[in-house]
């Protein structure tokens, strides 16, 4: 009797159960740090979530207390203004690069710049907003800190916008064409509604990227303990909070800054997840 091939057959199943652990292994480790990092900030500063937390606007230094009302609302209109300034800007660029700049030399450079952009140090830009806006205006501000975030956005979107729209079938130009519609007006009624599902993916990566910097609100929006919506003053935002308070004397500011943790990192993760779902709705409708 031929034993060869069944232990043959034996080690070729405990290889392939071997790679296939192995490989499951490798595919955890890089959501290992996430669900470390979410098991800390939760073990850390749960016990400072509660209403009031989120309602009340912070306690005088070394004072139990208060809340981080203000960096909430100073982080959703910072965070919307820079959209505001970034959004049109990036996705009329994207359309010039997929549209009509393609593949000339102006184009090129517009792509090289754009992708050098998305890699200048946030504290760079930071930097710059403030010899661009602080300097003038001769005070720090919101609006500072948004023309900031923007200049993050902007290379981010134009990029998107260019892929998402180049993947729009030419028979759809070619059809509104032929019935005698401008180019111009084929692109926005026809070619951009058709990739703006694409488009607006995009623009939520962006946006999660800027939402949890502080380099650039250090130098821009330098942040307040009272509740302001004129973006002309200085405003304070979630990473402000987080960074001051972690780096204060006081523990109860540490817990502080824990909770605010929390609130910063759940915003972040529910922009990816609410992206991923809008790109999982394209790949479904190709």
């Known amino acids: 009797m031929n034993h060869t091939y069944p232990a043959r057959e034996r080690w070729r199943r405990f290889k392939n159960r071997f790679i296939l652990a192995a490989i499951t292994v490798l595919a955890l480790i890089p959501a290992l740090p996430l669900f470390l990092i979410l098991f800390q900030l939760f073990h850390k500063g749960l016990s400072s979530l509660s209403l009031d937390f989120f309602i009340h606007l912070p306690a005088p230094p070394g004072e139990s207390g208060g809340g981080i009302a ?3 609302v100073g982080t959703l209109i910072i965070v919307g203004l820079a959209t505001l300034i970034g959004v049109p800007i990036s996705i009329l660029a994207g359309i010039y690069l997929s549209e009509y700049g393609k593949d000339t030399k ?3 450079a517009v ?4 992708d050098v952009l998305q890699g200048v140090p946030s504290i760079v830009i930071g930097i710059v907003a403030y010899a661009w806006v602080v300097r ?3 005070h720090f501000s919101a609006l500072s800190g948004s023309v900031a975030l923007a200049l993050m956005m902007i290379p981010v979107v134009v990029r998107t916008t260019e892929e998402v729209l180049r993947l729009v079938p030419d028979i759809l130009r070619e059809a509104s064409l032929a019935l005698g519609v401008p180019y111009w007006r084929t692109v926005l009624k026809v070619v951009l509604p058709t990739g703006m599902v694409g488009v607006t993916t995009g623009i939520l990566i ?6 949890g910097e502080t380099a650039p609100l250090l130098f821009t929006a330098f942040g307040n303990q009272f509740m302001t919506l004129n973006p002309l003053e200085p405003m304070n935002a979630l990473p402000l ?9 006081y523990e109860d500011w540490w817990q502080q800054a ?3 943790s929390i609130v910063l990192v759940l915003m972040v993760l529910a922009l990816n997840i609410l992206s991923r779902l809008l790109a999982r709705r394209i790949a479904g409708e190709k």
């Open 70 to 72: 203000n960096a909430i």
């Open 106 to 108: 102006f184009a090129e």
């Open 111 to 114: 792509r090289i710049c754009a």
């Open 136 to 138: 003038p205006m001769g």
């Open 206 to 211: 962006a946006v999660a990227r800027i939402a």
């Open 241 to 249: 909070v987080i960074f001051n308070y972690a780096t204060s004397p």
């Open 258 to 260: 824990w909770g605010a």
